[in-house]
Each structure stands twice: as C-alpha cells, then as structure tokens.
C-alpha cells in the first residue's frame, strides 16, 4: 500500500483521538477526557472496575469539583456530589427526565413504563396516583392489617432461627443467610398491597425465587448502563457477558408472574367489592376507556407498577438489611447498645411495633448511619436534562445524563468529618435525640424521591428490631468477620451472608 495513504490515514485517525479526546461543551463541567467508542468509561473502568461510584469519586477528587462532567461515549454525563447540587437535580423540572436505554426499554417489552424509568406527563400521573391509592392499602402510611401481617411474618422468622419451626431455605446447621431471610416477608408485605393476598406459607420457595429474579435483574445492570447501553449490538456477540441475557429472561419471569395476577384479578373482578391496588387500577381503566382524550390507564402500565413496587422492595430492602448485619457484626458494641435501648422501652415480652419508634433513637441513628455509610444507591438514578440548562453555573446540555452522587455525597469529609466511620452517634446530638435535620440523602430528594421511603423505613426498622431483640449477630467461631463490599448493580445489593444468630436467654 501506498505508505503516503498509510501516513494520511495515521493522521486522520490520530486527529480523531485527539479531537475525541479534547471535545468538551463550552463550559461543561471538569472532569476526565474522552477515548473512542466508550469515552470517558475507559478510564473509570481503570480507576475502579468493580465500582463505577469509587471511580467517579477518584476523578472527583483528581478534578478538584464537586460536580463532575464527562463524556460515555456520545452522552454528556455530569454527577452531581455536593447537597447544593444534588438538591437542585432533584427539584428542578428540567433534570426530571430519564434516560431512555436498551435496558429500560428490555424491561418495558418496548416501552418506558411503570414510575421509575419513565419520565413526562405519564410519569407524573402515575406516580401521584399509584401513591394515593396504595396508600389506601397501607403503603406509605400505618396500617393496621399490615403491621400485623409484619408481626405475623417477623414472628415466623424468629420461631425458624430459635429453632422452634424449620425452615431450611433461611436456617442450618445453626446458621441463618441473608438477603434470603427477608424474601418471604417482603414480598408478602408488598404483594398484599399490590395484588391483596400473601403468597402461603407453603409457597417461601416461590418466594425466594421471584425475589431473587428481582436481584439477579439489578446485579445484571449497572447505574451508568455500562457497555450494553453504549453499545447495544453487544448483545448479540455476548448475550451473557454484556448481562442481557439475565436482564431478559429475569425480567420475563417478573412480568409473567404480575400478568397472571392481572389475569385472575380481570376473572374475579367485582365493582362491590375492590379488594386492592390492581382492582383499583382496574375500575380506573373501565372507567376511562371511552375518554376521547385517551387514558393513561393501561393494563401494560398496571403490570410495570407492579414490577417497580415488588422488584424495588425486595432487592433496596435485603440489600440494605442485609449491609446492617454485615456492620453490626463488624461491630457489637453498637449492637449491644440497641439491645439495651430494646429492652429498657420494649422489654422482651412482644416485638416491638411501630408505636416505639420514636422512643428507640439508637436504633434509628444505626439504621441512618447504615445507609449513609452503604449508599446502595451510590449514584441515585440517572435523571436526564430535558432542555439546555445550567447547574451550578456550569452548562448541562439537553439530553445529558445527570446523576446524584451519593456515594460521593455521603462519603464527603467536608460534611461528615469522619466518613468511613460506622458512628450511629452522627445522626444525635448531645442528649441522645436524633437531630432534627438528616442531611442524609439515601432516598434522593424533591419530586423523584423514592415512592417507597416510607415502606421502606417502616419496614426496616420492624425486622431489624425484631431480630435484634432476640439475636445478637455473629460470625460462627474461627470464621473471619464478613467483607463490607457490596454487590456491584444498577444499585449495590448486599453479598450473600450466612451469619449465626445466637439467641439472647440472658
Ligand atoms: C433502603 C431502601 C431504598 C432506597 C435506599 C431507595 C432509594 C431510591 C433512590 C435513590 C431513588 C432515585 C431518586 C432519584 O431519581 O433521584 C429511588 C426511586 C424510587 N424508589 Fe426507592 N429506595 C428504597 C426502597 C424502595 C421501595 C421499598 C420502593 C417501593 C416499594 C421504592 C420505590 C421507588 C420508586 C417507584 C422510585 C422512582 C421514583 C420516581 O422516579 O419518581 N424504593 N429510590
């Protein structure tokens, strides 16, 4: 070959890179230069593989900014690190938007559906009114049918690990496995509100299957997107590696089974007698299905609630419960603490219920701190600039990934002194109260924050004090103590832990 064209075409290439490379919006946010196909990805990939959040704080710190602007590939990504910021993506309409993915759209069966990945008018009706009216059936809110339905369920779990009923899925050989343990209750819990039954004690294996298709969808994504949503061909080279196959056929067993109890709820459906949220949604579609205007009620739609209430519950909850044991092992004098909050305001006689929350602030401050410090949410959920904006006086162009950096956030010296601490006592001040601001942020903020922050604490904080009440949690003798490193996901998810919990006779 002619070596004139060998020589033209090195120096296209290299004016390529270089091009690639240096390309930046004027004023964009600082942060690391692009490489071809994947941009920026390439080099986070080299400052942590595993965890994208660790890497992104590396490049934040290099930058010296607390808002941080790359390139993934084409897409201009910008996270934002500090309160001020994160605060304004949260509230501001024009960062409401989501991205629109290959993933997304796998989950959807084409479409961007549910309350989580969707974005625009459909978003916000959906979301106000799956609020109000789950509501109803106990979501967000104290319950009575639920808090029992709990009780019942948590007292389950504590009769299996004192040995006084089997149950081998989540108990041998005097050791107990987490997320496992919580499966069964929180699909229940969730399930009840949802599709107004509970799946019977004989169906836990079920149970832990359709939790764990939940879990296995979440390790098989990524917070970013990664390489299946830069390059979506991928999928074909490497169905299994790019995760596609699992986000697939996981999210298929999801959704068949929501369908069926769509199908039956349309079988048995009776305008006397609304049983839940799905006859609910249902009424709502008989009622709107002339409406010239079209109805933003559709039984699709119905299922993708479904699938953001159940999936969202079991994999944020065991993951977050189960990080809180791997911590309190690592540390039982805050164990021992909450053990004697528990019996000085509970006693041992009932398990603690709702009511003793506000009189168990230990408790509370450990669960906070918990969340601060495990971030299971590391990046929030990419949120999308629909217009463009400015953040901080930095300039967002329109369709720009824009994500909360929580990690980043609550692992910041400038506002927690001592980050990589695990100290409950940040969250009280000198008398033992909580504080009356938590700066915290695990549950994002303004109009996207989490539909479940209710549930999800209420919930939480029953299981734990249940178990807490009657276990302390330990490593069986001679084993190290458990790794504190989360599973990499669309968000973190907990390691698969079996603990032992010794009961408490003293
Ligand atoms: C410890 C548990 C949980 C944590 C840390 C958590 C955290 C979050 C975060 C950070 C977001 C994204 C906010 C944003 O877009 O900026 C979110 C969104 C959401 N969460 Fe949670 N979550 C938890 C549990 C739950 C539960 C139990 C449910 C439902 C049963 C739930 C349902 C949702 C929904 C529907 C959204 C989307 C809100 C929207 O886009 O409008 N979450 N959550």
Redesign the pocket.
């Known amino acids: 070959m002619n070596p004139l064209l060998i020589l033209a075409a090195l120096l296209l290439f290299f004016i390529y890179i270089y091009k690639t490379a240096t390309f930046r919006h004027p004023n964009f946010p600082p942060g690391p230069p692009s490489l071809p196909v994947y941009g920026a990805y390439w080099l986070l990939l080299l400052s942590n593989w595993t965890y994208i959040h660790k890497a992104i704080e590396n490049m934040r710190r290099r930058y010296k900014t607390k808002i941080l602007g790359f390139y993934l590939g084409p897409v201009p990504t910008v996270i934002a690190c500090d309160y001020e910021s994160i605060k304004e993506v949260?509230t501001r309409p024009e960062f409401l938007g989501r991205m629109d993915t290959i993933v997304a759209r796998e989950r959807g069966l084409g479409k961007l559906l549910g309350?989580?990945l969707a974005d625009g008018p459909l978003?916000a009706h959906q979301?106000r009114y799956t609020l109000r009216y789950m509501r109803d059936f106990g979501f967000g809110t104290r319950n009575a049918k639920l808090e029992s339905l709990l009780e019942q369920e948590i007292q389950d779990v504590v009769d299996v690990l004192n040995g006084r009923k089997q149950d081998e899925g989540i108990f041998k050989n005097g050791l107990a496995i987490a997320p496992d343990l919580f499966y069964h209750i929180l699909v229940n819990a969730?399930w009840s509100m949802y599709a107004g039954d509970k799946f019977s004690d004989g169906d836990h294996q079920y149970t832990r299957y359709i939790a764990q298709q939940g879990i296995d969808f979440i390790q098989a994504t990524s917070p970013t997107g990664g390489t299946i949503v830069l390059t979506p061909w991928i999928r074909h080279i490497f169905p299994e590696k790019s995760g596609f196959k699992k986000i697939r056929e996981t999210n298929l067993r999801i959704v068949d089974r929501i369908k069926k109890a769509v199908e039956e709820h349309k079988r048995t459906y009776s305008d006397d007698h609304i049983r839940d949220f799905i006859d609910i949604y249902l009424r709502e579609m008989k009622e709107n299905e002339n409406n010239p205007e079209g109805s933003p009620f559709t039984e699709e739609q119905l299922v993708f609630l479904g699938w953001?209430?159940l999936v969202?519950?079991v994999t944020?909850?065991t993951a977050?419960l189960t990080m809180y044991i791997v911590y309190m092992i690592h540390h039982p004098e805050v164990q021992y603490k909450i053990q004697k909050e528990l019996d000085n305001v509970v006693g041992r006689g009932r398990l603690p219920h709702l009511n003793d929350r506000p009189n168990l602030p230990y408790m509370e401050a450990s669960l906070r701190e918990l969340?601060r410090i495990a971030s299971?949410?590391s990046l929030?959920?990419a949120?999308r600039a629909t217009e463009d904006t400015q953040l901080c006086g930095y300039f967002i162009p329109k369709n720009s990934m824009v994500m909360?950096g929580?990690y980043s956030y609550h692992h910041d010296p400038d506002v927690w002194g001592d980050p990589e601490v695990y100290r409950p006592e940040r969250f009280l001040d000198e008398t033992g109260n909580l504080l009356k601001k938590d700066v915290s942020l695990?549950?994002?903020a303004g109009k996207?924050?989490?539909?479940?922050?209710t549930?999800?604490r209420q919930n939480?904080w029953l299981l734990l004090t249940g178990l807490l009440q009657n276990f302390t949690f330990t490593m069986p003798k001679g084993q190290k103590l458990p790794s504190k490193n989360p599973v990499h996901g669309f968000h973190q998810t907990g390691p698969v832990l079996w603990f032992q919990p010794v009961p408490r006779n003293e």
Do not use: K, V, Y
Request: charged content about 15%; some cysteine; hydrophobic content about 50%.
């Open positions: 949260e309350i989580i978003w979301r969730i953001d209430l969202s519950s944020t909850l977050t969340m299971i949410f929030g959920i949120h909360t929580l695990p549950f994002g996207r924050l989490c539909a479940g922050e549930f999800g939480m």
